[in-house]
């Protein structure tokens, strides 16, 4: 599933006229690179989310014949639902028993997601999150063996768990790419009517978060040097578009 619903407020003036989707990264589209590395990946079948000039990301995806892949359209027009909320509303076109990438559209990064699905099938995770040392003012926090323990915001103080001494663990930085299990739909649904409200939007590291003990979640981080951008910002885009058109 790629999440390319975000309204794209930081990317304005781009996002004043466009779906920030569509930003484009040395010419080339951001939800265009994801489609195709997650085709280059052996991935067929792709749900896309919308919201946000949602008409130009479909006119988009059937001008360009789906870049050959089976896509469906996940529409959050009526409503924006953040990540969480999101897949939750995607549940029934993501069935199946296979693992399920998560991908958000303004994530420009070259890691292997082969690689990631390997590591992902070898521990029997959960859920797989992409990982990095890279510097982040909310950052994860993982024991040896790469398990989640806890989140903070380094700025602000706050942390959860609260009981758990963070700094006993390894830091790392959430690269917006991750692999879940089908089965966590059951506790996802349990999180959204106890702790989000049934049908309210919210975001899915909270959820990650909230289910720490119930779910083997694991960090990813790839062994070799990998690009990673988020183009959120009219800076970060320049700079993502440098590196791509360097390639």
Known sequence: MIFAAGIGSRLKPFTDSHPKALAPVCGVPALERVLIRVRDAGIKKVVVNVHHFASQIIEFLEHNSFFGLDVTISDETGRL???GGGLL?????LMGSEPILLHNADIITDASIS???QSHLSHGSDVTLLVSSRSSSRMLYF???NLLQGWKNLNSGQQIPVSVNLEN???MAFGGVHIVSPDIFKLLRRYEKEIAGEGNPFSIMPFYLWAINQLAIYGWCPPSPFRWFDIGTPEKLKA???AFCQA
Request: no cysteine; glycine share 4%; charged share 30%.
């Open 81 to 83: 639902l953040d990540t």
């Open 240 to 242: 993502a578009g440098i």
């Open 89 to 93: 509303k995607a549940e029934e076109l």
């Open 143 to 145: 024991s040896q063996s």
């Open 115 to 117: 690689d990631m699905k």
């Open 169 to 171: 663990y390894i830091s």
